[in-house]
């Protein structure tokens, strides 16, 4: 039976798993490393004394004299995601190793945990809890900003890489910092504000933990069990993919075995899932709004969803038109992923199977190349386009 969905965004994070993990990985160890920022102001007003921000980095990092380098930021996604969510076989195991195409030998790869997530400064471990600044996405770019250019040096990226809310990061970076990297890669997300089933299941999710009595105004001892586990339940029906279900579950009995393996594992880590956390990140996209900035982005930028996730329905057209008719012409590629027996997707969570558009990250990185780079690799292929 496969991990649930919830469980396997964050498994990485728990001991078990880590150790699991330790005895199939092939790509390189990771370097740990942590940042403090003194008096960070967010966009709120509030001020935290000291920020930290924790990240890894795997590689090398070459920088030229012209500023440019070989560092790629990676950011992951909301709320059960922080750096350990790229540290797989489905991900590092695809893209990290040699000959593949992030090698850890040609590339310096940075993955922070963004702000209320993974070791960085957070509710929970500051101990303000519910008097923790109200962070929003654009207070977690410019911390990431601050970490590369003060901390790490870098002025320049070779790609900045997102997936779900880190691929909503990716498309503000652009815009935030247009000379900043050569080329983008947001995965997992739309260019626009959070509305309809995506704005509804982060209301009715912050709602379920807040009404629960055990919640107390942020103030518990123990996490808020009921409102907390209904709330991961919509979650996790977000996450899923309606034909990998039927696929891998196609009976009654199959979907219930499902959920209580799911819900089992939530209770057993259920303290994992801070409720303070939860809530602040979730609600972390309320002033997300990208849309009418997108003609400010400058460089070229492959945008891939998938055609079953229910956070980002491609129903809706949204990255199309964005990409189409809002961005400069020429630099944006949308890429929407179907669902059927080759490509095996699973919802809103394929965006961790790099398997799935390795081939257009590839493509992105060629195309955007040092010139001489490029012409030597693209030597009797057809030109680049939409």
């Known amino acids: 039976m ?11 994070a728990l001991p078990l798993a880590r150790a699991q993990n330790e005895t199939t990985k092939t790509w390189p160890e990771p370097s740990p490393g942590t940042f403090n920022i003194t008096n960070f102001k967010f966009d709120s007003g509030e001020t935290l004394n000291c ?3 924790y990240y890894q980095t795997i590689g090398t990092l070459k920088v030229e004299e012209d500023g440019s380098s070989n560092a790629v930021l990676l950011l992951h996604g909301s709320a ?26 040609k590339y310096f790869l940075v993955i922070p945990d963004g702000i209320g997530h993974g070791e960085s400064s957070s509710p929970r471990n500051t101990g303000l809890h519910a008097k923790f600044p109200d962070y929003q996405y654009s207070d977690m770019i410019r911390a990431n900003h ?45 260019p626009s504000q959070i509305t309809a089933h995506n704005r509804l299941w982060r209301r009715m999710f912050i709602g379920l933990v807040q009404g629960d009595p055990a919640w107390l105004e942020g103030e518990y001892e123990s996490q808020p069990i009921v409102g907390l586990t209904g709330a991961l339940a919509v979650l996790e029906i977000m996450y899923e993919g309606q034909v990998a279900l039927s ?40 002033t997300y709004d990208p849309e009418a900035r997108l003609g400010e982005i400058k460089v070229p930028l492959t945008a891939v969803n998938t055609a079953d996730d229910l956070m980002n329905p491609p129903q809706l057209h949204i990255l199309e038109d964005a990409v189409d008719n809002k961005m400069q012409k020429g630099l944006g590629r949308a890429v929407t ?47 680049f386009g939409n």
């Open 51 to 53: 920020l930290e921000l």
């Open 247 to 286: 696929r891998d579950y196609p009976t009654m009995e199959g979907i219930d075995r499902f959920y209580d393996a799911t819900f089992e594992g939530v209770l057993s880590e259920i303290d994992h899932f801070d409720a303070n956390n939860q809530i602040y990140a979730w609600n972390a996209s309320y």
């Open 2 to 12: 496969k991990p649930s969905t919830i469980l396997s965004a964050v498994a990485l």
């Open 146 to 190: 601050q970490l590369l250019t003060e901390h790490l040096g870098i002025k320049h990226t070779r790609l900045v890489l997102g997936v779900s809310m880190g691929g909503m990061h990716t498309w503000m970076w652009g815009e935030e910092y247009p000379d900043f990297s050569d080329a983008l890669m947001p995965i997992s997300s739309l």
């Open 337 to 383: 992923i179907p669902v059927n027996n080759v490509t095996m997707t699973t919802g809103h969570r394929s965006y961790i199977n790099a398997a799935l558009w390795k081939d257009e990250l590839e493509f992105l990185l060629c195309k955007t190349a040092p010139k001489t780079v490029q012409r030597r690799s693209v030597a009797g292929r057809m030109s």
């Open 80 to 105: 059960v995601g922080n750096s350990e969510q790229f540290l797989n076989e489905e991900f590092a195991g695809t893209l990290f190793n040699p000959g593949q195409v992030l090698d850890t030998e």
